[in-house]
């Protein structure tokens, strides 16, 4: 069984910054690409920011220059550096990953979702 763990969310000024972690654990034998996804109440689930295990990235266009993601491939973790929220960045935030298990196993995987909230 594999888990993502995030964590990192809460509350924030406008303009303020936070930091997302997303941890992988379980019985993993190797995991492509991870990500960050967002939703608020009423509207579908949209992607923020992807990141292959090569380190390529891909980034929504509203946060670019904002965000950052990043990974560790050894921790089996990824990142999401958020500067300059807004309102519109409140949202519940969810980690995803593609993950072989075995030689014949694949699998995506969502994590719990952590809460960001951008308030004064």
């Known amino acids: 069984q594999v888990q993502l763990v995030e964590s990192g969310g809460g509350l924030v000024q406008p303009g303020g910054s936070l930091r997302l972690s997303c941890a992988a654990s379980g019985s993993i034998l190797d995991i492509y690409t991870m990500g960050w996804y967002r939703q608020t109440p009423g509207k579908q689930r949209d992607l923020v920011a992807t990141?292959?295990?090569?380190?390529?990235?891909n980034y929504q266009d509203s946060v670019k220059g904002r965000f950052t993601i990043s990974r560790d491939n050894a921790k089996k973790t990824i990142y999401l550096q958020m500067n300059n929220l807004n309102s519109e960045d409140t949202a519940v935030y969810f980690c995803n990953a593609d993950v072989r298990l075995t030689s014949r196993s694949r699998v995506n995987v969502w994590g719990q979702g952590s809460q960001v909230t951008v308030s004064s």
């Open positions: 990141i292959t295990s090569g380190g390529n990235a």
